[in-house]
């Protein structure tokens, strides 16, 4: 220490005093000289003076200047001319990996007229060079460039940043894009005009330098990420247009071409991918309004502010129907020919060959002749209007019982006055069918099924029925129902074939007349009913007649079979006893021969009386039986044996009221009328009082 004062000419303690002094010093010197910034900070210099003044209006200085200093100081050891700067230590600026910083100038030129974000320079290194940003011309206020993730040495006095997520879209997902900066849009357009090179709006300076167009974008965001300067690209979400299955998307264009006074649906153009390239398809020529091209199922990436979608149902043709297709675009069909259908040029020679005018080919504004069979179509029904058209047979009743369903309508009963005067209510039905290849025609003579039944169908019947009845009494008209049906059906066919139409067949239900004229008639039938009913029974009775005698012969058949086998026996014992007697009347003779002459006689007559007696039985036998028939025969064989004894019919006492001999014998007649009865032949019985005794038959 003494050395270093001798050294400097100082001794003492003034010397010590002065020293100490100036180590002081110099130390203040070094310190307020070097500036130490940590890794993750910047140190901020203000001049303070030794300078030149900034120019006016500008806040931040450059070098040479006295101020806050556009440049800054990096992590580290810094030496700096002592008192001349003051410094700021402020943290660095970090941009995440999901974020965006969006930057303004505090300092720098004035943006030109009619723009609103400071230009894109390269020469600031992302705005952490402030010298170079100034000196290069950066302008003052909000800048195009913006920040990506990172981290950033920016003086924040000359730049402040705000940080945004960046822009994340989910699928099903469009972002809508509306520039707050760029050149005026062209005159007539809705939609700033489709530019490159902007990456997705994410190079806001491309998007100014190539003449991107201030306000909505024709340009729309598909899901992903972007890094965009939403100060710049301000972004809506929409949903993307999804057409579910079983329907068509409708689509209408909001800017383009204007659509011709004639037409009534945008022309097709090529190249807009579905409408999803807005650009292509103003490029090739779209125009605004209703469009031909039509959206099937699927998701799809529209931009609504240029395209407006609409659902509408598919076209479904089901069994037994053809779809009629009226065309609304195409060429105009007056005058084309034939060739479209015209085949002549009166209007009764086309009637006449069933051609209708606007009956077209393709390709012509009309009636298209071809149908659409069964089946399912993507159809713009802006364009082509169809009309389903049934093809089976359609019925149609004109009856009290209203009960249609599916292909069949119902109308109230016709009301008719005959020629003598009586009021009737027919019912009807009708029955018809329209060909697929004159569907078309029967389309362009009266529209639709309901016009045909509504304006044709019912007023023809009504006419038809009203005339044929006044030509006809009541119940002529109802027993002449065949010959009317007939006649109705072939005037109904004539007609209708007209219309192109084909008439299956006109059928009369039921007529109903008037009361009073139902029941004279009714009466009628019923007396010629119940003549041919007496009829019936008079003859029913002969045939009962007739069966009852054949019923008769039938229930004595055993008794007739039973006396033939009676016959048979007598026969046979009458042969028996003959051969009996003359077998003992030889035994007697060759016993008795030796006997005298008088037992032989004897003998002899006895075998002559037993034949005798076996003739007669037999002869009397067969006579009774043709007289009396055997049932009364065999009564009197009954009979017979009561005479002989062996069977006993009357009581041992007999007991009779009154007394005498009157009484007794009325007694007896009436028995002897039961037993003649029983026997059923002219045989007598003697009373018992008589005292003579009943002779045998």
Known sequence: MDLILSTLGLTGDLGFALFTLGVFAAFIFVYNSIVIVGGVQIAVLERRWLGTSMPEGRVVAMANEVGIQARILGPGLHFLIPFLYRTEKAPMMVVAENEVGLVESIDGAPVPPGRIF????????????????????????????????????????????????ALRITNNKIGIVVATDGQP???????????????????????????????????????????????????ELRDAVVIPAQ???????????????????????????????????????????????????????????????????????????????????GKDPAGIGAAAGQAHAKPEDRLKDGIERYVVDSGYRGIQREVLGPGTYYLNKLAFTPHIIPTTNITIDWAEEKSPTRGERAFNPLSIV??????????????????????????????????????????LIDSSFRNQSS???????????????????????????????????????????????????????????????????????ARRREMEK????????????????????????????????????????????????????????EGEKILAVGNATAEAYVRQAAAVGQGPLAMIEVMKRVSDGKIKITPDIMVSGGGGPNNDGASANMLAAFMASLMGSGMKLVPQDSGTPPKKP
Do not use: W
Request: aromatic fraction near 6%; hydrophobic fraction near 40%; charge should be neutral.
């Open 185 to 235: 849009m062209s005159p007539g357009r809705l939609l700033g005009r489709s530019v490159k090179g902007h990456e997705n709006f994410q190079n806001g300076q491309g998007f100014l330098e190539q003449g991107g167009q201030k306000g909505p974008q024709i340009d729309i965001l598909l899901p992903g990420s972007y890094r965009i300067n939403t100060a710049m690209f301000s972004v």
């Open 471 to 541: 030509s006809s009494e009541a119940m002529k008209f109802m027993q002449d129902r065949h010959e009317e049906q007939r006649k109705a059906g072939e005037h109904i066919v004539a007609e209708l074939r007209r219309y192109h139409v084909e008439c299956v067949s006109v059928l009369i239900c039921q007529i109903v007349l008037p009361e009073r004229l139902m029941q004279t008639l009714t009466n009628k039938v019923v007396a010629a009913q119940q003549m041919s009913m007496f009829d019936s029974q008079q003859e029913a009775e």
């Open 550 to 605: 054949t019923k008769a012969q039938a229930d004595l058949q055993p008794s007739l079979v039973k006396a033939e086998i009676d016959v048979q026996i007598a026969t046979q014992a009458k042969q028996s006893m003959i051969t009996s007697a003359e077998g003992r009347s030889q035994a007697t003779r060759l016993e008795q021969e030796g006997v005298a002459a008088g037992i032989a006689a004897v003998g002899k007559a």
């Open 118 to 165: 400071g230009k894109a320079l390269g020469n600031h290194n992302l705005f952490q060079d402030g010298e170079a940003f100034l000196s290069g011309g950066g302008e003052k206020g909000p800048q195009v460039q913006i920040l990506p993730p990172g981290t950033y040495r920016i003086n924040p006095y000359l730049f402040k940043i705000v940080k945004r997520p």
């Open 247 to 329: 329907k068509v998307g409708m689509v209408t264009a909001k800017d383009g071409e204007p659509l011709p006074p004639s037409e009534y649906v945008a022309k097709s153009v090529q190249g807009h991918k579905d409408f999803q390239d807005g650009a292509a398809f103003l490029q090739a020529g779209g125009q605004r309004g209703p469009q031909l091209d039509f959206l099937k199922p699927g998701t799809y990436y529209v931009n609504p502010l240029m395209f407006d979608a609409a659902f509408d149902e598919v076209l479904q043709v089901q069994r037994g129907e053809v779809s009629v297709i009226v065309s609304n675009i």
């Open 418 to 459: 005959s020629k003598d005067g009586f009021q009737m209510t027919v019912e009807v039905k009708v029955i018809l069918r329209v060909l697929p290849e004159q569907a078309p025609h029967m389309v362009a003579r009266i529209g639709t099924i309901d016009n045909l039944i509504e304006h044709v169908v019912h007023p």
